[in-house]
C-alpha cells in the first residue's frame, strides 16, 4: 500500500524529470537553429540604405548562421508593407527583416497600418546616420543661405523629396529651425526613388541621411547635415546644429519569435558587423557603426517609440 510519502516522492521525480525534458528540448531546438536559408526582407527600395545594410551584412550572416540569407524586398508605405509583411510572417527566426529608426514608429501612425514597433523581437542596430539636405550638382543653390534666401522670398515654392512621413517630420523640423516654407513631395519606396527625382531636376531638394549624400557626392551637392559634429566623409558642409535628424539601420524579426533563437540571430549580427571590411564600408560610407546587445536593441527602440509617439 502506497504511502502519503511514496506519492510526494513520485511527484517531486515527475516534476524534476518533466523540468529536465523541457530544458533538454530547448538546448535541442536552439542548437539545431538555423537548418534552412533566413529570409531578409527589405522595406525599401534597391539602392537605399536598407538594401545596402541587407548586403553588407548577408555574408557575414551567412557564414555565422551556416545558411543561406536570401533578400527580397517588400516595398511601399514608406516601409509600411515591408514591416507588415513581417509582423505577418511565422516567429520561427527564418524571417527577419530591416528596421529603419524613427521611420518604423513614425510609419505606424498611419492609418490601418497593422502592426507596432514596440512589438518586434529586434536583434540589433548596426548603423546610423545623421540628415543631410542634397540637391544636383546643377542647381541654381549653391550654398545653405541661398536655399534658405529663395525659399523665404517665395513661400512654399522650392521643392523638396523626402521618404514618406518620416522624411516629412525631419524636413518640417529643418524648416521651422531655418525659418522657412516649401513644398514636400512624399516618396514611397525609398532613397533608391528619391535619388533619380534629384537627378532629373524633377524637385529642387532631397532630405535624406548622410550616408547616401556620401554615396551620391559625385553627381549631388550637400548644402547642410544635422547635428553639431562634421560628418568626416562630407568635409566642408556647414552644420545645422538644432536639427537633430538621425536615422538608425537595425535588423528584427517578428512578434514573438523565440529568445534562444533571437539571441542566435544577435551573436550572428555581432560576428557580421566586427568583420574590418563590414567596419570600414560603414565608415566610408558616412556612417557610424553600431553594436547593440538584444537587450540594447529593443530599449532604443522603445525610447524612440516614446519619443516619436503622439
Not at 70 to 98: H, P, Q
Not at 198 to 217: I, P, Q, R, W
Amino acid at each position: 500500500m502506497k504511502t502519503q510519502h511514496d506519492y510526494l516522492r513520485r511527484g517531486i521525480l515527475g516534476a524534476v524529470a518533466g523540468a529536465f525534458v523541457a530544458i533538454t528540448a530547448g538546448a535541442a531546438g536552439a542548437a539545431g537553429y538555423p537548418d534552412k536559408p533566413v529570409t531578409f526582407i527589405v522595406p525599401y527600395s534597391p539602392g537605399g540604405g536598407s538594401d545596402q545594410q541587407a548586403r553588407r551584412l548577408q555574408p557575414g550572416l551567412e557564414k555565422a548562421l551556416g545558411v543561406k540569407v536570401r533578400i527580397v524586398y517588400k516595398t511601399g508605405g514608406g516601409g509600411a508593407v515591408g514591416f507588415g509583411e513581417l509582423w505577418r510572417s511565422k516567429n520561427d527566426g527564418y524571417t527577419i527583416s530591416n528596421v529603419v529608426v524613427p521611420n518604423i514608429v513614425i510609419t505606424a501612425q498611419g492609418k490601418d497600418v497593422g502592426f507596432k514597433p514596440g512589438k518586434f523581437s529586434y536583434i540589433g542596430m548596426t548603423a546610423r546616420a545623421v540628415g543631410a539636405l542634397m540637391v544636383p550638382k546643377n542647381s541654381r543653390f549653391k550654398s545653405l543661405d541661398q536655399f534658405v534666401a529663395e525659399a523665404k522670398a517665395n513661400p512654399g515654392k522650392i521643392t523638396v523629396a523626402g521618404v514618406g512621413s518620416t522624411g516629412k517630420m525631419n524636413m518640417g523640423d529643418l524648416a521651422n529651425i531655418l525659418g522657412i516654407k516649401h513644398a514636400y513631395v512624399p516618396v514611397s519606396g525609398g532613397v533608391g526613388k528619391m535619388i533619380p527625382m534629384l537627378l532629373g531636376n524633377h524637385v529642387d531638394a532631397g532630405m535624406t541621411a548622410s550616408s547616401h549624400a556620401t554615396k551620391h557626392k559625385m553627381k549631388l551637392n550637400t548644402l547642410a547635415v544635422a547635428g553639431p559634429s562634421e560628418v568626416g566623409t562630407l568635409p566642408g558642409i556647414p552644420n545645422v546644429e538644432k536639427w537633430g535628424y538621425m536615422t538608425t539601420w537595425g535588423v528584427m524579426a517578428p512578434p514573438g519569435t523565440p529568445a534562444d533563437r533571437v539571441k542566435v540571430l544577435n551573436a550572428a549580427l555581432l560576428k557580421a558587423t566586427a568583420d574590418p571590411k563590414v567596419r570600414n564600408m560603414v565608415i566610408k560610407n558616412g556612417l557610424q557603426p553600431m553594436r547593440q546587445t538584444v537587450a540594447e536593441a529593443a530599449a532604443y527602440v522603445a525610447a524612440a517609440v516614446k519619443k516619436h509617439s503622439k
